[in-house]
């Protein structure tokens, strides 16, 4: 535990990790449970947002190098080969060297030898599909746009390219399904042997589609069915020996996305691209989620102009503990409090002491980690944890 | 106009029998009210008054009425509550009048209501005019309502007056009636002026203002007036009649009923039921019938917000300016903080109170569990007065408790006498008169514990009967009672809010119910929270708050920390809309519902 302390507390020095995150925002079709930001893609959409791209890449004060690159969207595989290799050029002129990891999302549908070929070169390590499902009827009911087939083809090209780590995502909950199909799912995904397996439930987000079926009651929630399949897919993955490492993440020794830790850690990352957001020097905040609008804004030089807030160490320490209790590694409590002696941390030590006492989190030393009860109430504990940091007194 | 031309009546009936729409019908003939102006249902001015289609402010009106004998008649309409909870007020409106149009329904038949009504009608002797209503229904039965008008009010079938105040039938009969019937203002011959107080209303501009009957003598601006049960004396500003507005006049006389603005401005100070004289020349003796109104039913009212307080205490001290039965006191609740302990005549005068407070003064409120007034006689014979559970004193210091009871009249359905005798009996009850009121109902009288009755009897009494059962009544003696205190715990917290006195023998059954609506009402907790009922520190009830099992985004990278800190941010906000007890959120609504059907 004590290079999970180290870590955080030298988050902002020299040789602290860095990320690099870009968001390619088209899509060629919005799935219904979508609320990230996409559009469609035009041949002089892409090309300004490969230039502004560039443009706001040049803005940032880039002090170290990067370690880790991500780039999700939309979807990045939408970019036909050459421009992936353009985003790849200005990715590669800001990182001050080779990146420890670098992942692309890809849907099955845009996975091609060309596109493989030119991230392999660029130097990317990590291929990240969504897959979503295996069952043809649940894909066709999320509105996506591949089929088993597709999934297949485009798993073992992925492979057969040589990238190091392969990602896929799941999605579970899905209207009607049921626990036996869920379970399926996660054996088709294990029987094809990847490093890294997303499980996400399915989340009804205000301005979906589906949330618009589910406020005309078309679909309804079931949380005792949606904790049975959590608990199922736990246990399901740890025997197929993918280690959970936080609420939605598995994966086999070695292959953790550490960009998302990264994040997860408070530690720093640098967003381009409309909406990405973005945690450095000092300031929190994203891009307005606006292809046109963020042209204008980075043309004007300016970036992460949204939700900024400026970064105190009391902030990070309690996102370090909301997010960081998410994770299976849980928090290093005494190296926050090192780092930052003047939160109420008496109200956060009565919580955790709290949560504890009624089997939600074990304590370890300085580690604090939620149990797989406590995992399934990160929110609460989450917003329990605001509320210390809001209404505890600071030690004196 | 000679106080001889003058007639001093009021209408009343069972809920819904029909007194506001013939009281309006009256107000037409009469031309009181110009057709233009008048909107359905003159009397009823509060906008609770209208939706509940109940009465709780006095609205005397004077008319005109041009009599086939050729005389123009000076007829005074009192408008009563009608409402049990208010039977002091009723009293005092009928003390004000000569005469009572009691209506029955023709389709319903004599109720509950109907029954206390004409009771108290006779017993301040005034001459009752039966008014058999509603004649254009197609279930109007005549023959019933004339046989029960004889067998259970003792009213001869013949002085019936066949009526619709829908439809304008016997309105000029009722009138006639009134004129021949009534008779004119009694006392008059009194020497002195007396004036009795059977309402107020508190203006800001002009202080209090009395409704008054004079009885006899007169009363003008400028004279100096005293108030008889406390002897104070204040100067007359204003007098005038309701037409139905207030209107100016030169005097008030015998017989007049209207209204006196003087330079009183405590409303606690004109009390209804209380007789004004001139100071100069004085009355010796007061009108008789005068009481001091005293709440039944008492609870802790606390803003939800605590820095509502303020504001709360503003909107009580304002609703006190207009009703005078309703009292109020600071008190603190270790659970819900600073509030208002509150005396109401009775449930439904507690429930108009609170309604208007979130309505009409905008504050969010949360009441405690109602309770009486009982009676600890303590060793060495020491009776003192107990209105909220949390003062019961130990019961190693007490002889014993004496509750409030009441005698009550039902009447119901005969299908539904079964069901009706066990609730009676489960709510400790004793019932010891039967009556055959027609073919299909009968008239219970029963005493009960005033305590039992509180909460949700006459709703199970309605569901019961399917609507059709009915019930009235008066106060009845204090009685000894195995009573006993329970206390709720909330993890091991007692929520003095929750405490009430019960029945040792219901207390099992009582506080099971309790913990299990309280775990049924609160929501799914994080951490565990047990709910406990005990008796003198002894556990007798126990039931677990439902524990959480999920509340977790699922997907969370580093695009999504803002939006989840707002997430979080809008369910810590949601959590300040509860009320928190220790480390437990409880909805503000769960103090009500625990009283609902237990
Ligand atoms: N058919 C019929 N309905 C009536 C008559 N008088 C009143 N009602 C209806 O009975 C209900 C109660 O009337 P209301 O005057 O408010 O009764 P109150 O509660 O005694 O004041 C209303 O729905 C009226 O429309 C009548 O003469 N005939
Ligand atoms: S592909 Fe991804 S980003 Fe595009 S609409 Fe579907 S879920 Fe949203
Ligand atoms: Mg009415």
Redesign the pocket.
């Known amino acids: 535990m004590s290079g999970l302390a180290t870590a955080q507390a030298k988050a902002s020095s020299a040789h602290a990790p860095l990320g690099l995150y870009v968001h390619v925002p088209f899509c060629a079709s919005t799935c219904d449970f979508c609320a990230f930001y996409q559009t469609q893609p035009t041949v002089d959409g892409v090309g300004a947002f490969l230039a502004s791209t560039a443009r706001e890449a040049a803005l940032v004060e880039w002090t170290r190098p990067v370690t880790t690159v991500f780039w999700g969207g939309g979807t990045p595989g939408m970019l036909a080969a050459r421009d992936l290799e353009k985003l790849a050029e200005t990715v590669r002129v800001r990182c001050g060297g080779v990146p420890d990891e670098w992942t692309v999302e890809l849907a099955p549908g845009s996975v091609t030898d060309e596109r493989l070929a030119v991230l392999r070169a660029a130097g990317v390590t990590r291929v990240s599909m969504g897959v979503q499902s295996f069952q043809p009827s649940l894909l066709d009911a999320l509105g996506r746009q591949h089929s088993l087939g597709q999934i297949d083809r485009a798993y073992e090209r992925v492979r057969a390219a040589g990238f190091s780590s392969v990602n896929l995502d799941l999605m579970f909950a899905l209207p009607g399904q049921t626990e036996a199909e869920w379970a399926a799912d996660v054996r088709a995904a294990v029987a094809r042997a990847p490093d890294h397996i997303s499980t996400y439930c399915l989340t009804f987000e205000e301005d979906t589609k589906l949330w618009v079926k589910l406020s005309q009651g078309r679909v309804k929630l079931d949380p005792e069915h949606e904790v049975r399949l959590y608990e199922q897919t736990w246990a399901q993955l740890a025997a197929a020996g993918y280690g959970q490492y936080e609420v939605s993440n598995f994966a086999r020794p070695g292959h953790a996305c550490r960009h998302n830790l990264n994040t997860w850690r408070m530690n720093e990352w640098v967003g381009l691209g409309p909406s990405a957001a973005s945690q450095h020097g000092g300031w929190r905040g994203a891009n307005i989620a606006d292809l046109d609008q963020w042209q204008i804004r980075v043309a004007r030089g300016e970036r992460v102009t949204e939700d900024r807030v400026a970064l105190t160490p009391a902030l990070l320490a309690e996102d370090a503990l909301i997010f960081g209790l998410r994770t299976n590694d849980g928090v290093d409590v005494a190296a926050w409090r090192a780092r930052c002696p003047d939160a109420p941390w008496a109200a956060v030590e009565e919580l955790l002491g709290r949560l504890a006492d009624e089997e939600l989190a074990t304590r370890a030393g300085p580690v604090v980690r939620l149990t797989d009860r406590g995992r399934l109430l990160a929110d609460s504990v989450g917003a329990e944890v605001m509320e210390a940091f809001s209404a505890g007194l600071p030690v004196a | 106009m000679s106080a001889n031309y003058t007639r001093n009546f009021c ?1 009343i ?12 019908r009256l107000l037409e003939y009469t031309n009181t009210v110009s057709m233009r102006v008048m909107t ?2 003159h009397l ?1 001015s509060m906008d609770l008054e209208r939706e509940r ?3 709780i402010k006095s609205h005397p009106v004077t008319m005109t009425y041009r009599a086939k004998d050729g005389h123009d008649y000076k007829l005074n309409l009192m408008d009563t509550p ?1 409402h049990v909870d208010f039977s002091y007020e009723v009293s005092r409106s009928l003390a004000a009048c000569e005469g009572a149009v009691l ?1 029955i ?3 319903q038949g004599v109720e509950a209501q109907t029954v206390a009504n004409a009771h108290l009608a006779f017993s301040q002797k005034l001459k009752v005019i039966p008014v058999i ?5 197609p279930s109007a039965n005549l023959e019933l309502c004339t046989r029960q008008l004889e067998d259970i009010l003792t009213i001869p079938a013949e002085e019936a007056i066949l ?5 304008g ?1 016997g309105i000029v009969d009722i009138l006639e009636a009134v004129v021949a019937r009534v008779p004119p203002p009694r006392w008059q011959e009194y020497p002195q002026t007396r004036c009795l107080v059977f309402d107020s209303l508190y203006d800001s501009y002009r202080g209090c203002i009395a409704y008054v009957r004079i009885f006899s003598g007169s009363i003008k601006a400028g004279d100096m007036m005293m108030l008889m049960s406390t002897g104070q004396k204040a100067e007359v500003k204003e007098v005038g009649v309701f037409m139905p507005k207030m209107e100016k006049i030169a005097a008030l006389g015998a017989g007049d009923v209207g209204y006196i603005v003087s330079s009183i401005k405590t409303p606690a100070d004109v009390k209804t039921g209380d007789t004004i004289t001139i100071a100069s020349k004085p009355a010796t003796e007061m009108l008789p019938g005068y009481k001091e109104v005293r709440p039944l039913v008492f609870c802790g009212l606390y803003p939800l917000e605590s820095d509502d307080y303020e504001k709360l205490k503003a909107a009580l001290g304002r609703l006190r300016l207009n009703d005078a039965a309703f009292v109020y006191a600071s008190e603190s609740s270790l659970a819900l903080g600073f509030g208002f302990r509150c005396g109401f005549l009775g449930l439904l005068h507690m429930e108009i109170i609170q309604e208007r407070i979130r309505r009409e003064h905008d504050v969010e409120i949360i009441s405690t569990y109602p309770s009486v007034i009982y009676h600890v006689i303590k060793h060495g014979g020491d009776l003192i007065e107990v209105d909220n559970p949390v003062n019961m004193p130990d019961p190693g210091t007490m002889i014993e408790i004496r509750e409030p009871t009441i005698r009550a009249q039902i009447i119901l359905p005969n299908e539904s006498m079964g069901d009706i005798l066990s609730l009676i009996m489960e709510k400790r009850g004793v019932c010891d008169h039967t009556d055959t009121l027609d073919m299909n109902r009968v008239m219970l009288k029963c005493s009960l514990p005033l305590n039992e009755i509180l909460v949700d009897f006459n709703d199970r009494l309605k569901s019961i009967t399917h609507g059709y059962g009915s019930m009235d009544y008066e106060l009845g003696d204090y009685m000894a009672a195995d009573l006993v205190k329970m206390d709720i715990m909330i993890n091991g917290d007692p929520v003095d809010a929750f405490s009430c006195i019960v029945h040792r023998s219901n207390a099992d059954n009582r506080g099971r119910s309790l913990c299990e609506k309280l775990a049924e009402i609160i929501p799914p907790q994080m951490f565990k929270v047990a709910i406990q009922a005990a008796i003198g520190g002894k556990i007798i009830a126990r039931d677990n708050v439902k524990e959480m099992r999920k509340d977790v985004t699922s997907k969370c990278y580093g695009g999504d920390i803002s939006r989840k800190r707002k997430l979080l941010d809008k369910q810590k906000e949601g959590k300040k809309k509860m009320k928190q007890i220790g480390k437990v959120s409880i909805p503000p609504d769960a103090f009500i519902k625990v009283l609902q059907n237990n």
């Open positions: 209408i009936a069972h809920v819904d029998h029909g007194k506001t729409t013939l009281s309006d359905a249902q009823d289609g109940i009465t009608g209506l329904d023709a389709a209503n509603k004649i254009d229904l009526a619709s105040g829908k439809s039938i």
